[in-house]
């Protein structure tokens, strides 16, 4: 069978790190091929590279997150060129806009303890300017978005985009608007978090996804699976949360091919060939 490949994930996080051995063993025991590990603000960048010079198979990625804009440095924008310098496999992620955090979050939710939040139009400031980079670089661009995929669009119809592609990763926009994310350049990776019974419409998305451009991913330790689905369990985080293993790809890879009515071997080879023409 072909290898599996994580098209996003954060194998750096503090909830995955302090596993990290049994976590490597779980994913080789999967037969992953490769991951992109994304820094989401700058204390990340070389953390993620690190990981990616000990481990052949991370593909790093670099970029400032939209719950991340808002706290950054008056230095980030020559901290990150010179990181994608210095790593000619590195992408341009984890970037984006995120209306959910701007709208949706209320002021004493404590995951915004610490953060400025930016407000939409600052996240679009940021987020084109690192999409530019991405271009002018050509490097693949993994782009985050909540509640803003006609933002998301509109900026992306008028932006240079790499030649590559760009990565929606989680996708869960209409399906109406694949077909035009995909003249753009997009590529669309399904997550195992869509098999919850209210994403039941998000997940069947995907099986409208045009095959050349579909790609498979975790986001662990965020986006847990459902327990009737995870395949590997790690203990829950200080504040009770679920940590979501990264092995739990194999589960993901497995739901989608049963979702596309295609056999794993022949979804997971099609993934890599995806996986390759746009991260390697």
């Known amino acids: 069978m072909p290898a599996l490949y994580d098209a996003h994930q954060h194998l750096h996080f503090p909830a995955l790190a302090q596993h990290r051995p049994t976590v490597l063993a779980d994913l080789r025991s999967i037969g992953l091929g490769g991951a992109v590990v994304n820094g989401t603000c700058e204390e990340e960048w070389p953390v993620v590279a690190a990981l990616a010079r000990e481990l052949p198979w991370v593909v790093p990625a670099f970029g ?43 002021a004493d939710d404590p995951r915004l303890a610490g953060l400025r939040v930016a407000p939409l139009e600052e996240q679009r400031e940021v987020f084109a300017w690192q ?98 689905h995870a395949r590997f369990s790690l203990p829950s985080a200080p504040d009770g949360s679920v940590v979501n293993h990264p092995g739990n790809l194999v589960a993901a890879y497995e739901a989608l091919a049963r979702l596309r009515r295609v056999s794993v071997e022949e979804l997971a080879a099609q993934a890599e060939q995806n996986f390759a023409r746009l991260f390697l």
């Open 64 to 106: 400032l997150h939209p719950w991340d804009a808002g706290n950054r440095s008056s230095d980030w924008q020559r901290r990150l060129r010179a990181a994608l310098e210095a790593e000619a496999r590195a992408g341009v992620g984890e970037i984006g806009l995120d209306r959910w955090i701007t709208d949706h979050l209320r």
């Open 131 to 228: 999409l530019e980079l991405a271009a002018a670089l050509d490097r693949a661009a993994s782009i985050h978005c909540l509640r803003a995929t006609g933002a998301l669009h509109d900026v992306l119809r008028h932006a240079r985009r790499p030649r590559r592609g760009f990565l929606l990763h989680a996708y869960s926009g209409p399906l109406e608007l694949v077909q035009p994310f995909a003249e753009l350049g997009a590529y669309f990776s399904f997550n195992g978090y869509f098999l919850r019974a209210r994403h039941e419409a998000k997940a069947r998305v995907f099986a409208a996804v045009p095959a050349d451009r579909l790609l498979v991913e975790t986001d662990a330790p965020a986006m847990e699976l459902p327990a009737s």
